[in-house]
């Protein structure tokens, strides 16, 4: 998902609530072509303004007397406006996007249209797997990839030159070199930049380590912060803290901000956050995934988004047709060669072959999402992640806590 938060308790039941489980386009199809198809696309800025130039004028080239109208809404803006807008034809948007771990909650109110024998209308290799499965309910696709963002490891290649250290290719030399590195710096300065509350990052010392955040067994989610390789993993993410300034209430947004000021050697963010490391530091800067236990690049949280037909829309062939433009190779290209991870894996390595890329392409070969709820969306809401790793960076114990937040979880999940 994005780095963001939503904006309203109760996202599931409210869409639950306003969203239908089809379309009623068959009563209102019409052999006129609408005026104008809107598509929806999360960020501002996160859909680079070239392909969406691209898209608008492509759409519009081949469906003469059609406009499409493409709003790209702020993150926190987004789901209210969709709770609002998808209960109404006149209202949704066509097609639209959401966060990977908002996605189960929108598929199982009904918000998007089943897309299941349409699949191979869109082509081979999609992916990645776990945000076809976050589109997914009861057997049938509704939502598909838009794009995925790996999370990797930014670095200065000069701290590491000045503390005559080696990148580190496990997990345990990963601590040690941050370690290293914090030395090198005044009080300060952070070797690797860790604030408290960035579950985001942080689940992947947990993933890295055999642990998880909950299991599904038949219709029953099973905490997994209390597992062995969780608390493993948690443990060292706890140790973290004596290599980093970063608050102990701080949140997972902006890394780059404090890399940019000479505050840290290394920072962790999806692959997008290079455009965001000042120009001045191009040369300087680093890449690697984040090694494992063993040496092979550790399973992280995959950042992205998925997109769908709205089942509200009375425009549905022209949003399908809007959709297999997305994933047209034109498009997937140009995702590609702007550093976001294509729906489509032929095209990935348009992404290049520097280290960013193959830092990218690394980290997202076994990336992990979230677990695949409904309720997911409420328990973002809610902050329950942040205030469990906040509690964690201030040090406490961490069997404890995570036996504490199982519950937590297993409420929530299960509720």
Known sequence: MKLTRLAALGVASALALTACGGSDSDDTASDTPPETMKLWLAGETDTPEELVNWLESTYEADHEGTDLEIQQIDWGELIPRLQTALSSEDQTPDVFEVGNTQSPTFTAAGAFTDLSDKMDELGDNIGPEGFLEAGAYEGAQYAVPYYWGSRYVFFSKKAFTDAGIEVPTTLEEFSTAAAALKKQGNKDYSGFWRPGQDWRNGISWMFANGGDIATLDGDTWTGQLSSEGSVAGLEQWQALGDTTTAPVDGLDSEAWVPFNNGEAAMFMAPSWARWSVEEKLADDLGALALPGVDGDAAPVFAGGSNIGISAKSPNQDEAFEL????????????????????????????????????????AASNAKLTPASPAWTDIETSGLMEEFFGKIAAGGDVAALAAEYDEKLEAALNG
């Open 323 to 362: 959709l297999q433009l997305i994933y047209s190779d034109e498009y997937q290209q140009m995702l590609a060669e702007n550093g976001l991870g294509p729906a489509n894996s032929d095209f990935t390595s348009a992404m290049g072959d520097d280290e960013f890329a193959q830092a990218a392409i690394a």
